[in-house]
């Protein structure tokens, strides 16, 4: 051989060499991973529905994985904090955040965003959702969603509905309402979904537009009374209670949805096997159990028809952002 063709057959070895190193690597890493604790940050406080996910879930990772998953919550601006602590976290599998609707609320609802959703994290996978519904007081005058606009109409501004806070899913829900169904009702924010019921309790506000996941108990309890369920069908939870599609009212859509994502540059080996593992987890019994426990049901997707939904949340969400006018900035 010429010394020519010497460094030629040097050279092609060398860059066939260098083009199975990537796949080296991919195959290496989802043999090994993962070596040790995995974290899934719930951007919100523990005790609510999204923590509950998250500690369910994690649970049943643990088994799958063979390492412990643990729950960490950081809170704070709407779920921002925690969720920029994802997005600025090193790509090896090992830090997670559990999604939830407001991170695509956010988008629109925030001037300045501290992290980019759609190129510093992906999404592996939507876990469940809990449709939204429209609670009051079992003593509250109206009997459905057609009683309560009457009511609203005859009255503007005097009813108020209450939410965990501006640019909030509760609150966002409240004005999608109060467009569809034209009426004015006057929205009192919280800090918290939590202080929003104890006040409807009290009777101190009259209206609260929530996720059942959220209510369940006091659903169940017969502390307060549904009148319309915001999904395509009637909720399982209180089969009696119509849709808002019944009531006359088809656009009045809300779900509260919780996923997982990681960030962005995560080697694609870790993602499929995430999403496997997590379809498996929903799909198990404990999943399945806690979920209906808590009026949701199990959902699987690709990682591909995770992150289109939420592109598709977020166009939503961010007209109703824009047509309410609400900042959290």
């Known amino acids: 051989m010429t010394p020519l063709l010497r460094r030629h057959a040097i050279t092609v070895v060398s860059a066939i060499t260098a083009g199975l190193l990537p796949l080296t690597a991919a195959f290496a890493q989802q043999g090994t991973?993962?070596?040790?604790p995995i974290r899934i940050v719930v951007p919100y406080g523990a005790g609510g529905s999204v923590d509950a996910i998250g500690r369910t879930l994690a649970q049943e990772l643990s088994t799958r994985l063979g390492q412990p998953v643990?729950?960490?919550?950081?809170?704070g601006a709407g779920s921002n904090v925690g969720s920029t602590f994802v997005a600025k976290a090193p790509p090896d599998g090992y830090t997670l955040l559990l999604t939830s609707?407001?991170?695509?609320?956010?988008?629109?609802?925030?001037?300045?965003?501290?992290?980019d959703v759609k190129t510093e994290l992906?999404?592996?996978?939507?876990?469940?959702?809990?449709?939204?519904?429209?609670?009051?007081?079992?003593?509250f005058p109206a009997n459905s969603v057609r009683d309560l606009v009457a009511m609203a109409k005859k009255?503007?501004?005097?009813?108020?509905?209450?939410s965990g806070g501006p640019g909030s899913s509760e609150h966002l829900a409240g004005e999608m309402f109060k467009t569809h169904a034209g009426i004015d009702m006057t929205h009192v924010p919280y800090k918290g979904g939590a202080a929003v019921i104890s006040d409807i309790l009290a009777g101190q506000i009259q209206v609260f537009f929530?996720?059942?996941?959220?209510?369940?108990?006091?659903?169940?309890?017969?502390?307060?009374?549904?009148?319309?369920?915001?999904?395509?069908?009637?909720s399982a939870l209180v089969p009696n209670v119509p849709t808002f599609a019944e009531q006359g009212y088809p656009e009045q859509q809300v779900s509260v949805w919780w996923g997982i994502a990681a960030p962005a540059k995560t080697p694609t080996?870790?993602?499929?096997?995430?999403?496997?593992?997590?379809?498996?987890?929903?799909?198990?019994?404990?999943?399945?159990t806690r979920l209906s426990e808590m009026g949701a049901e199990s959902i699987t997707t690709t990682r591909a028809q995770a992150n289109a939904f939420l592109d598709e949340e977020i166009v939503r969400w961010g007209k109703v952002v824009k047509s309410s006018n609400a900042q959290a900035d």
């Open 70 to 75: 643990v729950v960490e919550n950081r809170v």
């Open 33 to 36: 991973w993962p070596e040790r």
């Open 210 to 234: 929530t996720n059942q996941a959220n209510v369940i108990g006091q659903i169940k309890g017969n502390l307060v009374k549904v009148l319309g369920v915001a999904s395509n069908q009637r």
């Open 122 to 139: 992906t999404q592996v996978a939507v876990v469940g959702r809990a449709p939204g519904i429209l609670l009051v007081r079992p003593d």
């Open 269 to 288: 080996a870790i993602l499929d096997r995430l999403n496997s593992e997590i379809l498996a987890a929903g799909a198990s019994p404990t999943m399945r």
């Open 155 to 162: 009255e503007p501004g005097k009813l108020n509905f209450g």
């Open 101 to 115: 609707p407001g991170n695509a609320v956010n988008v629109t609802l925030f001037k300045q965003m501290p992290y």
